[in-house]
């Protein structure tokens, strides 16, 4: 299987605070990979720093063995990379329509557009039903979907996820999850982090614990589920 994604090395400073302290991993194409780790370990500063939100101190970013280690997030996106960030960052004074109509903003194609936002429609109703509706005014949940449904409008081959189960109540949690997994069943490549590591473990095929900067542990989703290690210091809440 190729690798869509391969970071190498990669080291990210906050000032003087080593954030990542050379990390390499890589997602293959069609899986689901996580990251998982306590608050601060240095999971949202890896995304960010693939997305090109956050510049790498040294190392390097190769998406279909092309760096990109330098490029700019908003290119990225032409690319196929779609970031849904932590705290869901919808525009809150926009509708839900027009929210979602931004992250189709780099395509051309206005038929696949209209196609897409067909399917965003399918996969999430109830953004349908409160197209016209302000951002702003939507429950947590509803937000979460609109940044996922936003992400899609892209039409990515990977979905970059940060906690998107973050604040939510447990039903939300639940549905997010099952979007997840139906977004990637239609083809996505997903590289998500989150905090509930068992939830997260419970759909993805790989992951890597990430602890201070550094990855610690890494292996088929399922063994880490049932690691002592990983379950005395993730899963046990």
Do not use: W
């Not at 990637?184 to 989150?194: D, M, S």
């Amino acid at each position: 299987m190729s690798s869509i994604l391969e970071v190498k090395d990669l080291c990210v400073y906050y000032g003087v605070i080593k954030a990542l302290k050379g990390i390499s991993f890589h997602v293959d194409k069609g899986e689901i990979v996580t990251l998982i780790g306590a608050n601060g370990a240095g999971k949202t500063t890896t995304l960010q720093t693939i997305t090109g939100l956050i510049p790498a101190k040294s190392g390097h970013v190769y998406y279909h063995d092309e760096e990109i280690t330098k490029k700019p997030g908003h290119l990225l996106v032409r690319r196929g990379i779609a970031h849904v960030p932590e705290g869901r960052r919808v525009f809150a004074t926009l509708s839900v329509y027009q929210n979602l109509m931004l992250g189709a903003y780099s395509r051309k194609d206005k038929d696949g557009v209209e196609e897409t936002l067909k399917m965003v429609y399918e996969r999430f109703p109830r953004l349908e039903e409160r197209r016209n509706q302000t951002a702003g005014t939507l429950s947590g949940g509803e937000q979460q979907m609109l940044a996922m449904g936003r992400a899609l409008m892209s039409k990515p081959e990977m979905l970059v996820m940060d906690e998107p189960s973050m604040g939510l109540s447990p039903i939300y949690v639940n549905e997010i999850f099952d979007i997840i997994r139906k977004i990637h069943e239609g083809g996505v490549t997903v590289l998500l982090v989150e905090q509930n590591a068992n939830k997260a473990l419970a759909i993805a095929d790989r992951a890597y614990v990430l602890e201070t900067g550094r990855i610690t542990l890494e292996g088929q989703a399922a063994d880490l589920l049932n690691d002592p290690q990983v379950r005395a210091a993730y899963l046990s809440k």
